[in-house]
């Protein structure tokens, strides 16, 4: 059920196509030029729609990376497509504005304040992600962490990037009286992998529970009071 939902969609639509691919391709093709070219387009009067499918599929291949309107103009006029940071930058408010894209701002633990660069975006449907970038050599672990960002979004938490000196905790998860800090990792099962996941974990003086998601289905245990699960447990409520 997980390889399916990554490979098609969450739209509950598509379950009716059971597993006929090019089917599912089709209405979420359907869907993709509706909000693209009836929401978006219209609402924002943007002239340039190629230069706004090139934003989408940019970040839709980068969703879990630090990104800024800046780095991103830079790129696609490496690419070849001109592009100024004001215009990607609408672009980009455009496409979380119709809920295509979310927004995940960084927080600075000590700092404790929103950080204005390097955001992280999250696709809304991994099946419309397919669509435009392909399912061939996907970054599993980047589709895992946007499972995790929706399923927390889900359960009602304000949803950060948590930056703590020089390391990076992947979700600070927040709502009223709980905060959660979270890392999410494809595997654990290298040890050298494990170490550079529990490291920003350990390093925290707080109290807040800490979590480690993985996809090694293994027992949940604790490590210096971190506790790792395995997530497909943990998308399941367990």
């Known amino acids: 059920k997980y390889n399916n939902y990554i490979t098609f969609s969450s739209f509950p639509y598509v379950l009716q196509y059971g597993n006929d691919f090019q089917a599912v391709q089709d209405y979420l093709r359907g869907i ?27 970040v839709f291949d980068n969703i879990g990376s630090r990104c800024s309107a800046n780095n991103i103009a830079r790129i696609l006029t490496a690419n070849g497509r001109t592009a100024n940071d004001k215009t990607v930058e ?5 496409l979380v504005d119709s809920l295509i894209l979310y927004r995940a701002q960084r927080y600075s633990i000590k700092g404790k304040q ?6 992280k975006y999250y ?15 996907q970054d599993e672990g980047h589709i895992l962490e946007n499972i995790v960002y929706l399923e927390l979004l889900r359960r009602g938490y304000n949803v950060y990037i948590g930056q703590n000196d020089s390391s990076e905790i992947d979700f600070i998860a927040d709502k009223p009286n709980e905060t959660l800090f979270i890392q999410v990792s494809l ?3 290298n040890e050298s992998t494990f170490e ?3 490291a920003p974990l350990k390093a925290l003086n707080n109290s807040y529970p800490k ?6 289905e293994s027992p949940v245990k604790n490590e210096d009071g ?6 497909l447990d943990w998308l399941l409520g367990k």
């Open 196 to 198: 550079r996941e529990i």
């Open 187 to 189: 595997s654990l099962r």
């Open 211 to 216: 979590i480690i998601l993985t996809m090694n």
């Open 32 to 58: 993709y030029s509706t909000i693209l070219l009836k929401d978006i387009v219209q609402r924002y009067q943007i002239s340039d729609i190629m230069m706004l499918e090139s934003v989408i599929r940019f």
């Open 114 to 119: 929103l950080l204005k660069t390097q955001s």
């Open 90 to 94: 609408k672009y980009l408010q455009a």
């Open 123 to 137: 696709v809304a449907d991994l099946g419309l992600r397919n669509l435009l970038v392909g399912i061939k050599g």
């Open 226 to 231: 971190i506790q790792i699960k395995y997530v």
